[in-house]
């Protein structure tokens, strides 16, 4: 149980482009869902909180604007990267615990999104 | 502020055990866990501990001391496969995951 899917694992596009990423919890509903990008060699850094309803909630440095997060029910939440440049080349990472199940609950990560923009 | 130390890299030897460490120091605290993390791929579950003691599942064990801020993974009987990052993180009081760096375990024959 607990199955996150992602979608899609690889992205290879040109500066400028826009790319949307899914995240499905497959099996459970998510109330909140957690985005996280990782660049080569480096630990998960936490980008945005990604809640039902409502807006994200976007860690400190991170451009609402850019990465923009949208969460219209308990099981998807998607991620577009505007305007995507090199730069914004990493692995992207979502991650969900099913809604109501107390603080012991792990999140479950989905497999990723590897994007490179060119 | 809230931190998360673990060692950055260790080495083990195959059939061996070895014991990674995590202390920290968080605004509160909901629970500690530990996830596997290959190269390339996602962090997958290993274990969660919110009381003090040691936690057993097969052939890897989580301890904790919440007096001490302290934590272990231990793996035991090692194999190849379980070259890969080990990644410590603590639930704070607001419930948010506060992530270590990571500790990458590389098995040697």
């Known amino acids: 149980g607990a199955v996150v899917s992602q979608h899609p694992s690889w992205v290879i596009c040109k500066s400028g482009t826009s790319v949307k990423i899914e995240c499905r919890s497959l099996d459970f509903q998510a109330t909140t869902m957690f985005w996280y990008r990782q660049f080569p060699k480096q630990s998960l850094m936490l980008m945005a909180t990604s809640n039902e309803g409502s807006k994200a909630t976007y860690e400190q440095g991170v451009e609402k604007d850019k990465f923009l997060i949208n969460h219209a029910s308990l099981t998807l939440s998607t991620l577009t990267v505007t305007s995507a440049h090199p730069e914004d080349s990493s692995f992207y990472i979502c991650?969900?615990?099913?809604?109501?199940?107390?603080?012991?609950?792990?999140?479950?990560f989905g497999d990723g999104t590897r994007l490179s923009i060119l | 502020g809230q931190n998360i130390d673990q060692p950055t890299e260790m080495t083990a030897t195959e059939g061996a055990i070895v014991q990674i460490n995590c202390t920290y120091q968080?605004?509160?605290?909901?629970?500690l866990f530990w996830y596997q993390q290959h190269a390339g791929e996602a962090p997958t579950f290993l274990s969660y501990n919110v009381l003090d003691g040691l936690e057993e599942k097969g052939r890897f064990s989580s301890f904790l001391s919440r007096s001490k801020g302290y934590s272990y993974l231990l793996l035991k009987e090692l194999q190849m496969k379980d070259s890969a990052s080990y990644l410590c993180?603590?639930?704070?009081?607001?419930?948010?995951?506060?992530w270590g760096a990571g500790t990458k375990l590389i098995i040697k024959p």
């Open positions: 968080t605004s509160g605290f909901n629970g």
């Open positions: 991650s969900a615990s099913p809604a109501g199940g107390g603080g012991n609950q792990p999140q479950h």
């Open positions: 993180a603590v639930k704070d009081s607001n419930y948010q995951l506060i």
